[in-house]
């Protein structure tokens, strides 16, 4: 069996959704929640699926205690679903084009510093888009920069609200995240 970690720091709606895709899979199993807030809604989606978390601080992270216990767990993909912190180069080298992540807008329109949550829907709506939507991509050392896996659109509606904007995205990201992951991870199989 091949041990995804993901990392969530928030809601953990979408950590919530690859733990259901994987629950019966065959070759991919969630074999790890890890977390720099353990008291974020991911860790209730760990417990009822019976996810091992790990909880650790920033400094652990930045000095590669982190990466060590991904070792150790012997962990062959990480997927990011709302975390909230830089990943370390050390980190991003070792897990070489295996690191995912999900980003609210269509890259690389809206990325990069300060680009989270509603910022990003605000922003997509204040410049007068007509579309948005989802972005799988892969993690390297800039922000948001990782090659491209997938994006799925949404239309912006005319006085679309930020928060309405937001529900759309949402939808996308539960329908689309977990199954791009997988097909990502199975035809990359080392
Ligand atoms: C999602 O919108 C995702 O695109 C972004 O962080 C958010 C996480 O939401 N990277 P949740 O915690 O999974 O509900």
């Not at 991509?137 to 948001?144: A, K, P, Q, S």
Request: charged letters at 25%; glycine letters at 6%.
């Amino acid at each position: 069996m091949n041990r995804i970690a993901v990392f969530a720091s928030g809601t953990g709606s979408n950590a919530g959704k690859l733990m259901e895709h994987f629950v019966h899979h065959p070759q991919w199993s969630v074999a790890l929640l890890a977390t720099n807030n353990p008291s974020c809604g991911a860790t209730q989606f760990a417990e009822d699926f019976g996810v091992p978390v790990y909880s650790f601080i920033v400094e652990d992270f930045e000095a590669d205690e982190v990466l060590h216990r991904l070792q150790k767990e012997q962990i062959d993909a990480i997927v990011l679903a709302g975390f909230m912190r830089k990943i370390p180069s050390s980190l991003i080298s070792l897990y070489k084009d295996r690191i995912l992540n999900l980003h609210p807008a269509l890259l690389p329109k809206f990325g990069g510093k300060g680009m989270f949550g509603m910022n990003v829907h605000r922003a997509v709506i204040e410049t007068g888009e007509t579309e948005s939507g989802i972005t799988i991509h892969l993690v390297n050392e800039v922000y948001d920069e990782g090659e491209i896996i997938a994006q799925f659109k949404v239309p912006v509606k005319e006085d679309m609200s930020p928060e309405e904007l937001a529900k759309e995205v949402r939808k996308l990201e539960h329908k689309y995240y977990p199954q791009i992951v997988e097909e990502y991870l199975m035809s990359h199989a080392r």
